[in-house]
């Protein structure tokens, strides 16, 4: 196949950066595979203390433990700023982003879990906080619907930028294609647990 010359240099070039890039990506593999977390820390206690029981970890299970805690506290920094905890910033969030909808208390419980008398605390302190509004509901004279304040969207809109910036940067140690694997797997786990979980709950 005939290549002309001045094509020559510009293919080299993307061979040899796309090598680099894949010798990097592999390199980090390696060191992530060969790296000890506490999580390896925890097995070799278990069986230096107790070699007979056969006491066996489930690594992955654990790390999501973990990892979950450091995630939790990242987002609880975050939310912070924005003087909001991360129960009452799901209720906000979840009204922010379905404002053409009546949403209900009830509603929310299947969006979020918590108890009804969890759900109350918050939805008063977000009243109080002046980010949401409730109203009668047309469908039930007993019921109420939920609205976001003015005030509540802007500062919802304004929390949930910094929140998936962290988001992002938690995970920036991963490929793209890491990112996609680790969505997947994560997503077929949570189907796996979700009827248990919250039955009925929307999607």
């Not at 890039?21 to 203390?49: C, G, I, K």
């Not at 450091?70 to 906000?92: H, P």
């Amino acid at each position: 196949m005939y290549i002309p010359l001045f094509l020559i240099p510009s293919i080299f070039l993307r061979r040899y950066f796309l090598s680099r890039y894949l010798r990097t990506d592999q390199n980090r593999t390696a060191e992530t595979e060969q790296a000890r977390d506490l999580v390896d820390t925890f097995q070799l206690e278990w069986d230096a203390s107790y070699p007979g029981m056969h006491f066996k970890c489930v690594p992955s299970v654990t790390r999501l433990v973990r990892m979950g805690e450091y995630i939790a506290r990242a987002v609880d920094e975050t939310l912070a700023e924005f003087d909001l905890n991360r129960g009452e910033a799901e209720v906000l969030f979840a009204l922010v982003r379905n404002p053409h909808i009546d949403i209900t208390p009830k509603i929310i419980q299947t969006r979020i879990l918590v108890s009804s008398g969890g759900l109350t605390r918050r939805l008063d302190r977000l009243e109080e906080k002046g980010l949401i509004s409730r109203l009668p509901d047309p469908n039930d004279r007993r019921g109420t619907v939920l609205k976001p304040t003015k005030d509540g969207i802007v500062l919802a809109l304004r929390a949930h930028k910094a929140h998936t910036e962290k988001e992002a940067r938690l995970v920036a140690t991963l490929s793209e294609n890491e990112k996609k694997t680790l969505e997947k797997l994560l997503k077929k786990l949570i189907l796996s647990q979700e009827d248990a979980i919250s039955p009925g709950g929307l999607q």
